[in-house]
């Protein structure tokens, strides 16, 4: 039976209804997560108050401001959670960003900066809060972050976003080789698309979601529930001899060759 009950879980990338990382809190929340929300601040502090209200119901024990592209942010939603759970048991990284002229286009139009953008926030991240769970993890743990198939094959416009994915994936066979002495298990799942805040960004979204509804054989796109479904069976003991892993939660759009 998945559960989660007892376990501490940090869940970061929620920005709406819509997010996959809210999709992923709920259903880490029914197995009986105790669970820790990070937002992304801004100035008007309006991100946290819709973040606070959405996730009041799942009643999180903690609830930080956390800009991955902030060091002391980083460090300090650790130290709240060493201060209030002392240990950790999940990370849902789920967080992306790449500047929407570079979502669009040529790719060959990127700008270093823009290049820097995607890759520090997008993929650097999951080293970094990485690095702070690990520590954390005493007995064990379960990280899981979320690509795409634009990491492996060209999709048009996903652009650097997919150079992104690809450091992103080579990041969870790393850490996967680094933790798993200390039976803390790295995953990654490649969801199909999804209408997000990000998702939205990329050009041709809508085509592409539509594409996938006439050529995935289950013929639909995948829900943020099914995501987190997945993720919750990443992050329990019923995956205890999983890590490295990319899952595929696309409604099978990929094995497809035409
Ligand atoms: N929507 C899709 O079709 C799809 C498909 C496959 C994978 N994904 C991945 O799922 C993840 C979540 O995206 P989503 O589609 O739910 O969109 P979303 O816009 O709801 O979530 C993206 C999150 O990233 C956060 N974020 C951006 N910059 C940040 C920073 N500097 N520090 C901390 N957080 C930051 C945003 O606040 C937001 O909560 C991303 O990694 C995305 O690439 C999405």
């Known amino acids: 039976m998945l559960d989660l009950t007892g376990k501490n879980a940090l869940v970061t990338g929620i920005a709406n209804n819509?997010?996959?990382?809210w999709g992923i809190a709920q259903?880490?929340?029914?197995?009986?997560?105790?669970?820790g929300i990070t937002y992304l601040p801004d100035d008007r502090g309006r991100m946290e108050g819709k973040v606070r209200d959405l996730t009041a119901p799942l009643n999180p024990s903690l609830?930080?401001?956390?800009n991955v592209q902030d060091d002391q942010q980083v460090a300090a939603t650790f130290e709240a959670i060493q201060q209030k759970w002392g240990r950790l048991d999940i990370l849902i990284h789920c967080l992306a960003f790449a500047n929407r002229d570079d979502l669009t286009g040529d790719?060959?139009?990127?700008?270093?900066?823009?290049?820097?953008t995607a890759l520090d926030i997008s993929a650097y991240s999951l080293l970094?809060?990485?690095?702070?769970?690990?520590?954390l993890m005493s007995e064990g743990g379960s990280i899981v972050t979320l690509t795409y198939l634009g990491g492996?094959?060209?999709?048009?416009?996903?652009?650097?976003?997919?150079?992104?994915?690809?450091?992103?994936?080579?990041?969870?066979?790393?850490?996967?080789?680094?933790?798993?002495?200390?039976?803390?298990?790295?995953?990654?799942?490649?969801?199909?698309?999804?209408?997000?805040l990000a998702s939205s960004a990329v050009g041709g979204i809508l085509d592409m979601i539509h594409h996938v509804e006439e050529a995935a054989p289950l013929r639909r796109t995948v829900t943020q529930t099914e995501v987190g479904n997945a993720a919750a069976f990443l992050s329990s003991d019923l995956a205890s001899g999983v890590t490295g892993q990319i899952l595929y939660v696309d409604s099978g759009y990929e094995v497809m060759g035409m």
């Open 128 to 135: 970094q809060l990485a690095n702070g769970a690990k520590a």
């Open 152 to 196: 492996v094959r060209v999709v048009p416009n996903y652009n650097v976003m997919g150079i992104a994915k690809a450091a992103l994936e080579m990041n969870v066979r790393y850490l996967a080789a680094e933790l798993g002495p200390q039976q803390i298990r790295v995953n990654g799942i490649s969801a199909g698309p999804i209408r997000t």
């Open 63 to 66: 609830f930080l401001p956390c």
């Open 107 to 116: 790719f060959s139009n990127t700008s270093r900066q823009g290049f820097q």
């Open 27 to 35: 259903q880490l929340h029914a197995a009986g997560a105790d669970l």
């Open 18 to 21: 819509r997010s996959i990382a």
